[in-house]
């Protein structure tokens, strides 16, 4: 089992439907400008806010922003929040607590980074 899972990017849960429905794959982000995001397969989408989930691997050198990192690479935030507008982390280890990383521990840090981000769109319209 751990063999399959260190091969495979597990999706936890079973309603493949819902995720089918309400999440678009597309490949790795390759950069942020004028408001669109492009992709490496030509893919382009307009955003307002990005949330890096960071998933399994604690790896960050990939991310070529400069001051999001710090000396160790590893993400300057608090609590997900970086200083960078609209630009959030969610599962990074021991972001709010030890559980931040850990599929049943993300939603209390999920929720404070939608409530930040809820803040900045009223804050924007005014």
């Known amino acids: 089992m751990g ?34 995001a492009y992709f490496n397969s030509d893919i382009f989408k307009q955003v307002q806010n990005v949330i890096w989930a960071t998933g399994y691997r604690n790896d960050y050198s990939w991310i070529q922003i400069d001051g999001i990192l710090n000396s160790h690479g590893k993400p300057l935030h608090h609590f997900g929040v970086t200083n960078v507008v609209g630009l959030y982390f969610i599962g990074v280890s021991w972001q ?24 900045h769109e009223i804050e924007s319209e005014n």
């Open 3 to 36: 063999k399959m899972l260190r091969e495979r990017e597990p999706l936890i849960g079973n309603d493949y439907k819902t995720v089918q429905n309400n999440v678009e794959i597309v490949d790795r982000l390759k950069e942020i400008k004028d408001g669109n």
């Open 96 to 119: 709010s607590k030890r559980s931040s990383a850990l599929i049943y521990g993300v939603s209390d840090d999920a929720n404070y980074i939608a409530e930040k981000m809820q803040g």
